[in-house]
């Protein structure tokens, strides 16, 4: 559960030009009572005006990390970040919490399922740019998503909620899988023999200039529009560069191999980008380190992301060593698409947490009227006739 920790603390200070000293929280820390005092989980302050010191708090219990921070003088709040158990003052007062926040998911406008069991604890009030509630699926002006659950039962915290219109499918007493009987119909397998069966052209990747070498593929400006094969025995394609955008058109990769996306990816309206592999890995330089812009989020990577396996959203995922970027995703992410595999979230945003989903997807509904003939399933009416 998500839950803000009001007991006794100890801080030990490290000055910039001095030594260390312990003090005890009954004289370093006073109770914190302002008007977002229970919004923010802001319970403590701290004074300290004679030079810029790191505060460490020495005994948080397991689990707990300090949240919330807000700078009386509004002059600091571009210093050194706080991360896990410590926090920067210097010649101001703050005040901040102490929370056991952990990094959750977030879609808008799609659906969310695991067949396990979603287990994605929500805090009780994030507030978060344009977005607040405490849902896994946002709502968009055609409504909400479905959470599906599988044969277990959801973990959304204490108070959270599926979606606005509280929309659920599956659980332990009434289970909802989806099992197909064979593969999903985005799996490297199901898409190369559909690829053949319409007699579609490939193209191999690495004879497309920047990408002869997988390890540092760089995709050119004027990639055609098609469909792209990376043939090998369990290569890793890396897509590097300072960021990419599709020309219009529909382009589908289909790796026979892992992917690596080491740069933004962006498909504008109106075209397509499906990637399909055994496993999809985004490097945790690809994200947004303003968990909370004003308008919406902006994407770093948009298409259809399908993994054989797993997809990992990479990070630190250690609040010890530094924050992780917020990922922003526009259209979808299947895994296990050959059989089993699992969503992997490593990004933790330490103190943005409580207000912030470390793993955002929003659905791109005209993926879905622009999708290529590849990806779509043909329909079938039949009657029997007197002969």
């Known amino acids: 559960t998500d839950e803000c920790y009001s007991g006794p603390i100890s801080v030990r200070i490290q000055p910039?030009?001095?030594g260390t000293e312990t003090i005890t929280a009954p004289e370093a820390i006073v109770p914190f009572t302002s008007s977002n005092a229970n919004s923010n989980c802001n319970t403590y302050s701290i004074s300290h005006t004679n030079q810029c010191a790191t505060f460490t708090l020495t005994d948080l219990p397991s689990g707990y990390k300090i949240t919330g921070a807000n700078y009386k003088d509004n002059t600091h709040t571009s210093l050194t970040s706080s991360i896990a158990n410590t926090i920067y003052v210097c010649g101001s007062e703050v005040n901040f919490g102490i929370n056991n926040s952990t990094p959750w998911i977030q879609t808008e406008c799609g659906?969310?399922?695991?067949?396990?069991?979603?287990?994605?604890?929500?805090?009780?009030?994030?507030?978060?740019g344009s977005s607040s509630g405490a849902y896994a699926s946002l709502a968009c002006s055609v409504g909400s998503g479905i959470v599906f659950s599988g044969d277990s039962d959801?973990?959304?915290?204490?108070t959270g909620l599926p979606s606005i219109n509280e929309w659920l499918v599956g659980d332990a007493t009434f289970p909802d899988l989806f099992n197909p009987a064979v593969s999903k119909k985005t799996s490297t397998a199901y898409l190369l023999s559909k690829a053949a069966q319409m007699g579609l052209t490939t193209t191999d990747l690495n004879t497309v200039p920047g990408c002869s070498?997988?390890?540092?593929?760089t995709l050119p400006a004027n990639l055609v529009s098609g469909v792209y094969i990376v043939n090998g025995e369990n290569v890793t394609l890396n897509l590097t560069g300072g960021g990419?955008?599709?020309?219009?058109?529909?382009?589908?990769?289909?790796?026979?191999?892992?992917?690596?996306?080491?740069?933004k990816i962006i498909v504008p309206n109106g075209s397509t980008a499906i990637f399909s592999a055994y496993k999809i890995t985004v490097n945790r330089t690809v994200g947004e380190s303003e968990f909370c812009p004003a308008g919406d989020p902006p994407s770093d990577i948009e298409g259809w992301y399908s993994a054989d396996g797993d997809f990992i959203a990479d990070g630190t995922n250690n609040c010890a060593t530094a924050t992780d970027l917020r990922l922003n995703i526009a259209g979808s992410v299947v895994t296990g698409a050959a059989g089993t595999g699992l969503l992997i979230n490593n990004r933790d945003l330490c103190a943005g947490n409580i207000n912030s989903p470390s793993l955002y997807i929003k659905a791109r509904p005209d993926f879905i009227l622009n999708a290529p003939s590849v990806i779509k399933t043909s329909t079938y009416t039949w009657q029997e006739v007197a002969p």
Not at 154 to 158: F, S
Not at 244 to 263: A, H, M, W
Request: hydrophobic residues 30%; negative net charge; glycine residues 10%.
């Open 16 to 18: 910039v030009k001095t």
């Open 154 to 158: 959801p973990n959304l915290g204490t």
């Open 111 to 128: 659906d969310f399922g695991i067949n396990s069991g979603v287990k994605n604890p929500i805090p009780a009030n994030p507030v978060c």
């Open 213 to 217: 070498d997988y390890t540092s593929c």
């Open 244 to 263: 990419y955008t599709f020309s219009p058109g529909n382009y589908v990769f289909i790796i026979k191999g892992d992917l690596n996306i080491n740069e």
